[in-house]
């Protein structure tokens, strides 16, 4: 089965941290970006971040400077560190993959990403 398992979601106070992890399972990393996308209830799934290699990684404006995303393809995974997170950042998280490039990521909300995991859920509140 082809596809991603996503971890570390739970509950945090604003302002605290959590760490996401998106394990594949299937197949490797290599040539692949890897997006992070976020859905709550009632909206829209939005683009948070996107890689393809640590010089080349995307925020949404709504994240940048709190989030950072990193890849280790030897582990076959890609991880979110989210700090100083805030209620609006609650949502369920996953994780996509599309060959080669991030393409329009954030504006296409991940549309022609593949192999979507069951997510993790973010839940901040105090």
């Known amino acids: 089965q082809v596809e991603f398992v996503e971890s570390g979601g739970g509950l945090v106070r604003p302002g605290g941290s959590l760490r996401l992890t998106c394990a594949a399972s299937?197949?490797?990393?290599?040539?692949?970006?890897i997006g992070w996308f976020r859905q709550a209830p009632g909206k829209e799934r939005e683009g948070v971040s996107c890689i393809i290699s640590e010089d080349n990684a995307y925020y949404a404006s709504s994240v940048e400077g709190r989030f950072t995303i990193s890849r280790d393809n030897t582990k076959n995974t890609v991880t979110l560190q989210m700090n100083s997170l805030r209620p609006e950042d609650a949502a369920t998280y996953y994780c996509?993959?599309?060959?080669?490039?991030?393409?329009?990521?954030?504006?296409?909300?991940?549309?022609?990403?593949?192999?979507w995991g069951q997510g993790t859920q973010v839940t901040v509140s105090s």
């Open positions: 299937g197949f490797t990393l290599e040539d692949e970006a």
């Open positions: 996509a993959r599309r060959r080669s490039s991030c393409g329009n990521w954030y504006y296409t909300r991940g549309a022609g990403f593949g192999s």
